[in-house]
């Protein structure tokens, strides 16, 4: 049962456009969305993240919504650069534990061309 | 600077050997998890542990068992490795209080 999906396995756009990832979750527990990005041979590096009790969240060129009535966020990235190449996870935690385990979807590459 | 170590970038192994994958971390953090990615599956929880000589099965703890003998070292242990334990093995770390993970450089481990 997959919790978080991110339903776009690829995701291509130009360079200076808008790059719009989406992930959707089934757990309503849920109350803190994250997102990473991954170059390959790489780590995953945390980009943004957002709690349950607001709808939006920016940094610099990196916006997260969320829509919980939907279950339902999304990443925007304005303007996109070819340095944004890389793959984009969603993942998702419930607070009621003390572990925070993250719950990650299976990612989406984004492909910024020149 | 938060730094997560993971000892090896590559390793080679045969099947049915026993293999250690280290993890290091610098932050005090009492999470600790092992990850595995593969094309197409994502990041998967193998192991957690949130403290010392605590842990936790994943989603995918078949074959793998871990030890946490101090809070800054998670280790992954393969006891007899198989074919189908290929893959880029990540570890990560967070505060009890938070659900940010900081993730190590990953080691790709091969199993022939």
């Known amino acids: 049962d997959q919790q978080v999906k991110q339903n776009s396995p690829s995701l291509s756009v130009q360079e200076g456009r808008i790059s719009i990832l989406n992930c959707d979750y089934t757990?309503?527990?849920?109350?803190?969305f994250l997102w990473y990005k991954k170059y390959p041979a790489e780590g995953p590096t945390f980009l943004i993240s957002?709690?349950?009790?607001?709808d939006k969240n920016e940094d610099g060129r990196f916006t997260v919504f969320l829509n919980k009535s939907a279950k339902h966020l999304s990443l925007h990235i304005v303007p996109s650069q070819p340095g944004d190449s890389a793959v984009y996870f969603c993942?998702?935690?419930?607070?009621?534990?003390?572990?925070?385990?993250?719950?990650f979807g299976k990612g989406t590459l984004l492909t910024v061309n020149p | 600077d938060v730094k997560v170590t993971q000892s090896s970038r590559y390793l080679v192994k045969r099947t049915g050997e026993k293999v250690f994958l280290e993890c290091v971390q610098d932050?005090?953090?009492?999470?600790m998890f092992w990850y595995r990615q593969d094309p197409g599956l994502g990041l998967r929880l193998i192991y957690f542990?949130?403290?010392?000589?605590?842990?936790e099965k994943g989603d995918i703890p078949e074959g793998y068992s871990v030890s946490r003998e101090k809070k800054e070292r998670f280790s992954l242990i393969l006891e007899s490795a198989s074919t189908n334990q290929t893959s880029m093995y990540l570890c990560?770390?967070?505060?009890?209080?938070?659900?940010?993970?900081?993730f190590g450089s990953g080691t790709q481990l091969s199993v022939l």
């Open positions: 990560a770390s967070s505060f009890a209080s938070h659900g940010k993970l900081f």
């Open positions: 757990n309503s527990m849920f109350d803190y």
């Open positions: 957002i709690s349950s009790i607001k």
């Open positions: 993942a998702a935690s419930a607070s009621g534990g003390s572990n925070y385990k993250l719950t």
């Open positions: 932050m005090d953090h009492e999470n």
């Open positions: 542990s949130y403290d010392v000589k605590m842990k």
